[in-house]
């Protein structure tokens, strides 16, 4: 009867539309409940309001109603899930124990005594109440599971608990147990339900902390999607608002290349045209001299003589071929274009900076080498800014101090005067490599790019500037250098580097069976990062592959 009863309850506490029982129930203006996530289905759909309706009563709403959690319903629905749980528990476990004394029809057992090791019905069970012999015995609910409490090799009541051994045992297993800490199953139990009760306080406010912070997190999500909407809306105003402008200054440029264009062409075809003319007079002037030269009439001869003897007045003729304005090519629309791509390579890099510094949460730092294997970058040292004295090998991997000098090629970016260089990588984010050392006299470091290369200034050493920072041997100590500054360290030859950029967190790890935190900084990095080394005689670096490293 309580089973059906519980089933009744439930289709009458059950949502209309997914014929569940309510989840998160909601009441709507008309007096009808639904799931909230059924009811916002069926409104969010296409051809659903306004104005919406209830889908049992079909009543209308103009505006769409605001949807809160009716408390007391999900209280009920909370509570006739515990009921019904409750129920099935029970229904299965008295299902399945059988009363041990009837011999005809089994009635169901309702308790089950651990003294005579056997179930009772409720018939069979009045003894118990009814015996003084019996009345000691201790029962419990019936189930198949009381066996568990007889020992197995003395068939007694497991009644006593062994703290040494965390074993229950009977009476007679004592003797096995001489000289432990022995205390009553009883006495155990409630000193463990005691702590088990604060665990679950613990546990409870572990749940509160992580439902908190779950709801931090929706919220900055949905709050970043937000401003990442704007800031595409924006970024496309800006642009096209850029582009537009760009299409102008084309056309202008274009208008003011061909009005030029046009302007001398005019000029051209005006000389032209004069051109024509005087070639026409000088040529008539040519056949008439040639005319008179060819008369033997010498009377006539000098009578014409004056008439063809002056040139006509002409311009002076401009020097075509080597005229300077002659070409556009001149023209610095190429220059344009480059100053134009510089500046908005360096806008970029500094909106991407910015960019990559927005971040929902910010993930805890690795604590196992397994973690930190996870963010591990591949390394290869740049020759283009190694300095002579220093010789790379194993492809670019080991760097080590020569004394004679290497037939590098000059280079903007090497150093001339530090024995230091430089990985190729730029490094943003989470990153981790490691390095084995040997020797004496050598630096493990991260540098900006803009780390001076030429001369012996301070601001060309690693370590010794604001740009750099660097861990390993200075004047026979093992230290720590930033802008000069020193922190002296125990040392270590196998070196582990994590980065995380924007954290502004750099560690330097001692790696060996383990991994030793030797030092952590804590700053604000404005720049990419170089891996980069420092490296006198006697000494060399050599970067680990990932295949070579050792993870527990």
């Not at 919406?52 to 006739?80: D, I, S």
Request: hydrophobic share 30%; with cysteine; charged share 25%.
């Amino acid at each position: 009867m309580a089973e059906s009863s519980g089933s009744e309850y439930q289709e009458q506490f059950s949502c209309p539309i997914c014929l569940d029982p309510l989840k998160e129930p909601v009441t709507i203006p008309c007096g009808h409940s639904y799931c909230m996530n059924c009811i916002n289905d069926c409104w969010g759909q296409r051809d659903q309001g306004p104005p919406y309706c209830c889908p049992q009563c079909r009543e209308t709403f103009t505006q769409r109603p605001v949807l809160k959690k009716n408390t007391v319903l999900a209280e009920m629905m909370e509570k006739l899930q515990k009921i019904s749980t409750q129920i099935a528990s029970c229904s299965q476990e008295e299902g399945c124990v059988e009363c041990d004394v009837c011999t005809t029809e089994k009635n169901s057992a309702i308790k089950s005594c651990l003294q005579c090791l056997a179930s009772f019905c409720e018939t069979h069970l009045q003894i118990h109440y009814q015996s003084p012999a019996f009345m000691k015995h201790k029962l419990v609910k019936a189930s198949t599971h009381f066996q568990e409490n007889i020992c197995l090799s003395h068939g007694k009541l497991l009644e006593i608990y062994c703290q040494d051994d965390c074993q229950c045992i009977c009476c007679l297993c004592t003797d096995n147990h001489r000289d432990h800490c022995v205390v009553s199953v009883e006495s155990e139990c409630t000193n463990k339900k005691k702590h088990l009760k604060e665990t679950k306080v613990k546990c409870q406010k572990m749940i509160q902390e992580r439902e908190r912070v779950q709801q931090e997190l929706s919220e900055a999500v949905s709050f970043l999607k937000i401003s990442a909407q704007e800031a595409l809306d924006d970024c496309e105003k800006v642009f096209t608002a850029l582009i537009c402008s760009l299409e102008n200054k084309y056309s202008e440029m274009k208008d003011l290349i061909r009005s030029q264009e046009k302007a001398d062409i005019d000029q051209a075809e005006n000389l032209h045209k004069q051109l024509d003319q005087e070639l026409t007079e000088l040529r008539q002037r040519d056949e008439d001299i040639q005319k008179l030269l060819m008369t033997d009439n010498q009377i006539h001869f000098l009578k014409s003589f004056q008439s063809v003897c002056d040139i006509p007045r002409t311009e002076d003729l401009p020097n075509i071929t080597q005229h300077p304005q002659l070409s556009f090519k001149d023209v610095s629309i190429s220059a344009f274009k480059e100053a134009l791509e510089d500046v908005c390579q360096q806008a970029t890099a500094k909106i991407s900076r910015e960019v990559s510094n927005v971040h929902v949460a910010q993930p805890p730092e690795p604590k196992t080498p397994s973690v930190f294997l996870q963010y591990f970058c591949q390394l290869q040292l740049d020759p283009n800014t190694a300095h002579k004295k220093l010789k790379l090998s194993e492809g670019n991997r080991k760097v080590m101090y020569k004394n004679n000098t290497q037939d590098y090629p000059d280079h903007p970016d090497r150093f001339d005067s530090y024995c230091h260089v430089l990985c190729r990588e730029s490094l943003c984010g989470r990153c981790y490599w490691e390095v084995e050392c040997s020797g004496g006299d050598w630096s493990v470091a991260v540098s900006y790019k803009g780390i001076g290369r030429k001369g012996e200034g301070e601001n060309c050493r690693l370590g010794f500037n604001k740009k750099s920072w660097r861990l390993g041997y200075f004047q026979l100590n093992f230290c720590f250098i930033h802008d000069k500054e020193q922190v002296f360290l125990p040392a270590a030859s196998r070196i582990g580097v994590y980065l995380d950029h924007r954290a502004g967190t750099l560690s330097f790890f001692s790696v060996s069976d383990k991994m030793t935190l030797i030092h952590r900084v804590q700053t604000t990095f404005t720049e990419p990062l170089y891996p980069a080394f420092g490296i006198s005689a006697g000494s060399s670096v050599t970067i680990i592959e990932k295949g070579r490293i050792h993870i527990d």
